[in-house]
């Protein structure tokens, strides 16, 4: 067995063959939605998420074992390869571990430490290191070297100091006993830059900011980081700060108890002790410093990104309103309502401009435009951009329905994120070449509330606008990540063969942007696919891309009713034997619930097929083509409440649900302005993840607390028990948002919540103030 499939095993806590199986498909070619869906049996069930951790770690430990192959051959040409040494390095589990142990041996510059060895000093550093009873000055006198520039007995110990502290540096097993000990009690310190108070005013929290490295949340890294990359903070790590402390234990402590030094009173006491205070000061210091924050950073950006994922996929497997004649309304003041009705498959059918508000005020007119449009196209639902204007738009487009006295059209605001990047991109300039690109974004808003999936891929995922510091991460994991949630979510669909564009497509497992596109052009030239089979006809195409995209894609009407399933071609002749041994047709074999529910698996196991992909055939044969994705429904915002300046203390709105952050969720209300609530908030229950209660695009009713209408912000409440200030218009509150506590008594040993100080809740608010400015 891969001592690398073990340790990811352990790590997974699954079974090796598993792992060996899954490594052994992902080394092949195979995608991972592929594996988790169609290869089961190999992998013993193995899920995407499991998968997706496995490639990560996969390629952690593989680097890792390359870098060791390497440091061993480097040392055993140095002719320093100990038996002990090569057992270290290959027991080192870590990437910082390994390079620890290489420190000693790795090529560097010419170093004060090695003039001093190479003048002959490394005698006297033993020996003044291994007997505390010697007196320094006077057996430095025997080692004084003029010609090596070690003129006087001050000069020799000075080499020797350097000697030493460059020991203590390179020592892998101090350097994770002080590791260890800044994980467990150092602080991270953040203090304003002096004379900055003032342009630094959005950074107030952190101006005299203290707290412990382990407990620093991700958002308040990112801010920090942020804020001293803007010159504004200035951050250190305050490696001993429980000095009052009965239980304290210093760095030098550490160091001192490392090497067994036992300083008192002894004549070269004095000595060692300075060594030891220079070799922290100008070696590890510093060093571990930068590695904290360097660990501080990349454990931030993780859970930043994390946080952009899951919301990501929250927005990408929304509730599709479906396959029904939409307009598309992307409002506006000055310029106009741009206006776009697409048919059910998206395509375009009209377009027009109107001018409904300030200044032009054409409101009769508008009203009428969007009647005859609606009237003539039959258009069922009418999506709202909910930028600038949107509620006004809304009021207009209320009065339009009421026009219809049967078959009503429904109302629906879209959020617009990312639909200005789409409009502006190749991909909407090539689709709709003689289009205007304010256009274009009301088609995108049309299309995304039929199928936001499909729409949203178009859009450069960081675009959408529901991160948490996501400029601040690195760009590639933050790419990568999005990425794999993409391709997850498009999988877990499916696409329909015909009429999916290329950048859906290209999503699909096992194609390529190359082979997406190449699926459309054959589309456009032959016409609609009529069997999964044809696609190895299509340029590039070969059978190994057919074997990963197939059970994704779907055909509608096609020759084989099958095709239209999650059920991959690979496993057609199962149901064709089905199909003889019940005789029956496919047609009243397809979602035959009776019949399918008494098919055992012991008649087919001649068939090279496992219980679990057996299993997996018949429930997909029992509801074919089934949409992971929830029921539509969306939230209705309250009338009369357009602006935070309508927002009274005590009201109780519906809204949905913008992002989710680690220290809370953004809700829309409807008033342009998303409000914060508080991850203590969100319900009586202690919460660690405000996933475990929201996530983006839920349909949420909260309650008013208080907002800052000169800030725009707004602080809310899913608790609706929770009293609110005495009653006023908060328009006028200009306070600081606070934290509220619950009606309900907290219970005794009920475990803290985290993250609940105002000072959190005035970050969050502040990030609230980024993502609007972002979503515009």
Same mark, same amino acid.
């Given at each position: 067995?891969?001592?690398?499939?073990?340790?990811?095993?352990?790590?997974?806590?699954? =079974?090796?063959?598993?792992?060996?199986?899954?490594?052994?498909?992902?080394?092949?070619?195979?995608t991972?939605?592929?594996?988790?869906?169609?290869r089961?049996?190999?992998t013993q069930?193995?899920?995407?998420?499991?998968?997706?951790?496995?490639?990560?770690?996969?390629?952690y430990l593989?680097e890792?074992? %390359?870098?060791?192959?390497v440091?061993?051959?480097?040392?055993?040409?140095?002719?320093?390869?100990?038996?002990?040494?090569?057992?270290?390095?290959?027991?080192?589990?870590?990437?910082?571990r390994?390079?620890?142990?290489?420190?000693?041996?790795?090529?560097?510059?010419?170093?004060?430490?090695?003039?001093?060895?190479?003048?002959?000093?490394?005698?006297?550093?033993?020996?003044?290191?291994?007997?505390?009873?010697?007196?320094?000055?006077?057996?430095a006198?025997?080692?004084?070297?003029q010609?090596?520039?070690?003129?006087?007995?001050?000069?020799?110990?000075?080499?020797?100091?350097?000697?030493?502290?460059?020991?203590?540096?390179?020592?892998?097993?101090?350097?994770?006993?002080?590791?260890?000990?800044?994980?467990?009690?150092?602080?991270?310190?953040?203090?304003?830059?002096?004379?900055?108070?003032?342009?630094?005013?959005?950074?107030?929290?952190?101006?005299?900011?203290?707290?412990?490295?382990?407990?620093?949340?991700?958002?308040?890294?990112?801010?920090?980081?942020?804020?001293?990359?803007?010159?504004?903070?200035?951050?250190?790590?305050?490696?001993d700060?429980?000095?009052?402390?009965?239980?304290?234990?210093? +760095?030098?402590d550490i160091i001192?108890?490392?090497?067994?030094?036992?300083?008192?009173?002894?004549?070269?006491?004095?000595?060692?002790?300075?060594?030891?205070?220079?070799?922290?000061?100008?070696?590890?210091?510093?060093?571990?410093?930068?590695?904290?924050?360097?660990?501080?950073?990349?454990?931030?950006?993780?859970?930043?990104?994390?946080?952009?994922?899951?919301?990501?996929?929250?927005?990408?497997?929304?509730?599709?309103?479906?396959?029904?004649?939409?307009?598309?309304?992307?409002?506006?003041?000055?310029?106009?309502?741009?206006?776009?009705?697409?048919?059910?498959?998206?395509?375009?059918?009209?377009?027009a401009?109107?001018?409904?508000? @300030?200044p032009?005020?054409?409101?009769?007119?508008?009203?009428?435009?969007?009647?005859?449009?609606?009237?003539?196209?039959?258009?069922?639902?009418?999506?709202?951009?909910?930028?600038?204007?949107?509620?006004?738009?809304?009021?207009?487009?209320?009065?339009?329905?009421a026009?219809? *006295?049967?078959?009503?059209?429904?109302?629906?605001?879209?959020? %617009?994120?990312? #639909?200005?990047?789409?409009? #502006?991109? *190749?991909? +909407?300039?090539? @689709?709709?070449?003689?289009?205007?690109?304010?256009?274009?974004?009301?088609v995108?808003?049309?299309?995304?509330l039929?199928?936001?999936?499909?729409?949203?891929?178009?859009?450069?995922?960081?675009?959408?606008?529901?991160?948490?510091y996501?400029?601040?991460?690195?760009?590639?994991?933050?790419?990568?990540?999005l990425?794999?949630?993409?391709?997850?979510?498009?999988?877990?669909?499916?696409?329909?063969?015909?009429?999916?564009?290329?950048?859906?497509?290209?999503?699909?497992?096992?194609?390529? =942007?190359?082979?997406?596109?190449?699926?459309?052009?054959?589309?456009?030239?032959?016409?609609?696919?009529?069997?999964?089979? @044809?696609?190895?006809?299509?340029?590039?195409?070969?059978?190994?891309a057919?074997?990963?995209?197939?059970?994704?894609?779907?055909?509608?009407?096609?020759?084989?009713?099958?095709?239209?399933?999650?059920?991959?071609?690979?496993?057609?002749?199962?149901?064709?034997?089905?199909?003889?041994?019940?005789?029956?047709?496919?047609?009243?074999?397809?979602?035959?619930?009776?019949?399918?529910?008494?098919?055992?698996?012991?008649?087919?196991?001649?068939?090279?097929?496992?219980?679990?992909?057996?299993?997996?055939?018949?429930a997909?044969?029992?509801?074919?083509?089934?949409?992971?994705?929830?029921?539509?429904?969306?939230?209705?915002?309250k009338?009369?409440? *357009?602006?935070?300046?309508?927002?009274?203390?005590?009201?109780i709105?519906?809204?949905?649900?913008?992002?989710?952050a680690?220290?809370?969720?953004?809700?829309?209300?409807?008033?342009?302005?998303?409000?914060?609530?508080h991850?203590s908030?969100?319900?009586?229950?202690?919460?660690?993840?405000?996933?475990e209660?929201?996530?983006?695009?839920?349909?949420?009713?909260?309650?008013?607390l208080?907002?800052?209408?000169a800030?725009?912000?707004?602080?809310?409440?899913m608790?609706?028990?929770?009293?609110?200030?005495a009653?006023?218009?908060?328009?006028?509150?200009?306070? =600081?948002?606070?934290?509220h506590?619950?009606?309900?008594?907290?219970?005794?040993?009920?475990?803290?919540r985290?993250?609940?100080?105002?000072a959190?809740?005035?970050?969050?608010?502040?990030?609230?103030?980024?993502?609007? =400015?972002?979503?515009?």
């Amino acid at each position: 067995m891969s001592p690398i499939a073990q340790q990811i095993a352990q790590e997974l806590n699954v =079974k090796t063959p598993q792992i060996e199986a899954a490594i052994q498909l992902l080394d092949d070619g195979s995608t991972v939605p592929f594996i988790a869906r169609y290869r089961k049996e190999a992998t013993q069930g193995l899920d995407d998420g499991h998968l997706r951790t496995l490639a990560t770690r996969l390629g952690y430990l593989r680097e890792l074992e %390359e870098r060791r192959q390497v440091v061993l051959t480097n040392i055993a040409q140095q002719k320093k390869l100990t038996d002990a040494l090569k057992k270290a390095i290959e027991q080192a589990d870590s990437k910082t571990r390994l390079e620890d142990l290489y420190l000693p041996y790795k090529p560097k510059r010419r170093t004060k430490g090695q003039i001093a060895i190479e003048a002959g000093l490394e005698p006297l550093a033993d020996k003044l290191f291994g007997d505390l009873q010697l007196n320094p000055e006077l057996e430095a006198k025997a080692f004084i070297n003029q010609g090596a520039g070690f003129e006087n007995a001050e000069a020799v110990l000075n080499g020797v100091t350097s000697i030493l502290a460059e020991r203590f540096a390179e020592d892998a097993d101090l350097l994770a006993k002080i590791r260890s000990h800044l994980k467990k009690q150092a602080h991270l310190s953040s203090k304003v830059v002096k004379a900055k108070q003032n342009e630094a005013g959005k950074y107030k929290d952190y101006f005299s900011h203290h707290e412990a490295l382990k407990s620093v949340p991700a958002h308040r890294m990112l801010a920090m980081l942020r804020g001293r990359n803007e010159g504004f903070l200035r951050l250190s790590i305050d490696v001993d700060p429980n000095s009052d402390s009965k239980s304290y234990c210093s +760095a030098h402590d550490i160091i001192q108890q490392h090497y067994r030094l036992r300083i008192s009173q002894q004549t070269g006491a004095k000595f060692i002790a300075s060594v030891v205070q220079q070799a922290w000061k100008q070696k590890l210091l510093g060093h571990f410093e930068t590695e904290c924050f360097g660990v501080l950073r990349d454990k931030a950006e993780l859970a930043s990104i994390k946080v952009f994922a899951n919301n990501l996929k929250d927005l990408l497997m929304a509730a599709p309103a479906g396959a029904k004649v939409t307009m598309g309304i992307d409002p506006g003041l000055r310029t106009g309502c741009k206006v776009a009705v697409v048919d059910g498959t998206g395509k375009l059918l009209h377009t027009a401009t109107i001018f409904p508000h @300030e200044p032009q005020k054409n409101w009769d007119k508008s009203m009428r435009t969007l009647v005859n449009l609606a009237r003539q196209h039959k258009v069922e639902l009418i999506a709202i951009g909910n930028g600038t204007g949107s509620r006004e738009t809304d009021k207009l487009v209320a009065e339009v329905i009421a026009q219809f *006295e049967e078959k009503k059209p429904s109302k629906i605001v879209v959020s %617009e994120a990312g #639909a200005s990047v789409y409009s #502006a991109s *190749e991909l +909407a300039a090539a @689709e709709f070449p003689d289009l205007d690109v304010s256009i274009r974004g009301a088609v995108s808003i049309a299309r995304r509330l039929q199928d936001p999936l499909a729409e949203l891929v178009k859009i450069d995922p960081k675009a959408i606008g529901v991160g948490q510091y996501q400029h601040d991460v690195s760009q590639s994991l933050l790419t990568a990540s999005l990425d794999d949630v993409i391709e997850d979510c498009v999988n877990a669909v499916g696409v329909d063969l015909n009429s999916a564009s290329a950048s859906l497509l290209a999503r699909v497992a096992g194609l390529s =942007k190359t082979m997406a596109q190449n699926i459309v052009n054959y589309r456009d030239q032959h016409g609609v696919f009529t069997e999964r089979k @044809e696609l190895l006809k299509v340029a590039r195409l070969g059978p190994k891309a057919f074997e990963q995209a197939a059970g994704f894609l779907r055909i509608r009407s096609g020759n084989n009713k099958l095709d239209n399933t999650g059920v991959h071609p690979e496993s057609y002749p199962v149901i064709e034997a089905m199909i003889k041994q019940l005789n029956v047709e496919v047609d009243n074999l397809i979602a035959n619930e009776s019949v399918l529910s008494n098919t055992q698996f012991s008649d087919y196991q001649t068939l090279s097929v496992g219980q679990l992909t057996f299993d997996d055939i018949i429930a997909e044969l029992k509801k074919p083509g089934r949409d992971p994705r929830p029921e539509f429904k969306t939230a209705s915002f309250k009338e009369g409440v *357009e602006s935070i300046n309508d927002l009274k203390q005590g009201m109780i709105l519906e809204g949905v649900v913008s992002n989710v952050a680690n220290f809370g969720a953004f809700v829309d209300i409807g008033v342009h302005q998303d409000g914060l609530v508080h991850i203590s908030a969100l319900t009586n229950k202690f919460v660690s993840d405000p996933r475990e209660v929201v996530k983006a695009g839920d349909v949420v009713t909260v309650k008013v607390l208080e907002c800052d209408v000169a800030r725009k912000r707004i602080n809310l409440t899913m608790r609706l028990d929770d009293k609110a200030p005495a009653a006023k218009h908060v328009g006028n509150n200009k306070n =600081k948002p606070t934290q509220h506590k619950a009606s309900k008594p907290k219970n005794q040993g009920q475990k803290p919540r985290k993250d609940t100080s105002p000072a959190n809740a005035a970050m969050g608010n502040a990030f609230a103030d980024a993502f609007a =400015k972002l979503k515009k």
